[in-house]
């Protein structure tokens, strides 16, 4: 009975990857021409505004493709930290990513329309997500090390997993930053308080997570 658990257990975790990796093949095998300028809008905005101006059915399907490639990735992360074996908390962590997301998402877009700032809301909604896209892509082999390698190597994948982490949020910080108060000439007191709620708060969740 045990051993039967272990492996249900461990099925749970296989699909999962096994769904990251046919997200990663779909994007490498059909998309990966947006997806590329999707990634590369990381460390050079000319390609996220390249990304942005060839807005399409394409574009789209990277966006969800991406989406859920992120959201798989970090609910393995996630229930490592925790050590969720269940299917049913595993599904709640899933549940959970998302929602945070879409909550995410849906309080941009409430504030632009609230302060009629629609451009900026899908801005601040793009290089938001984009920085967790990226990590999201980033992280499958990690993942993979860290529920199927030969030996225990949990932790020093998970701090390097939070390290990735820290390093995308210090630039995502830079850029929504640089473009609130450059582009749109927000006052920084509403920019600060955005950043600390919905983009630092859940990476110290993370980070003690990891070390303690």
Not at 10 to 18: N, V
Not at 76 to 84: A, D, G, M, P, R
Not at 176 to 185: P, Q, V, Y
Not at 187 to 209: A, D, M, N, S
Request: hydrophobic share 60%.
């Amino acid at each position: 009975m045990a051993l039967s658990k272990i492996f249900f257990n461990q099925d749970i975790f296989f699909a999962l990857l096994l769904v990251s990796f046919f997200l990663i093949a779909l994007l490498k095998g059909l998309y990966w021409k947006h997806a590329k300028l999707l990634f590369m809008g990381v460390f050079a905005q000319r390609y996220a505004n390249q990304f942005l101006r060839e807005e399409n059915a394409f574009t789209e399907r990277v966006n969800a493709i991406t989406f859920f490639l992120m959201s798989i990735n970090f609910t393995l992360i996630v229930s490592k930290i925790t050590e969720s074996v269940e299917l049913r908390t595993v599904g709640l962590i899933f549940i959970y990513v998302i929602v945070f997301f879409f909550f995410k998402i849906g309080l941009i877009k409430l504030l632009g329309f609230i302060l009629k700032t629609k451009d900026l809301s899908k801005l601040a909604v793009f290089f938001s997500m984009l920085f967790d896209r990226t990590l999201g892509f980033i992280l499958f082999p990690l993942v993979v090390l860290l529920y199927f390698f030969s030996f225990e190597v949990s932790t020093i994948v998970l701090v390097i997993s939070f390290v990735l982490f820290l390093i995308l949020i210090l630039m995502k910080l830079f850029w929504l930053w640089k473009i609130g108060t450059n582009s749109f000439g927000l006052p920084q007191f509403y920019i600060f308080l955005y950043l600390c709620t919905l983009e630092i708060f859940p990476l110290l969740i993370l980070g003690k997570g990891v070390f303690y």
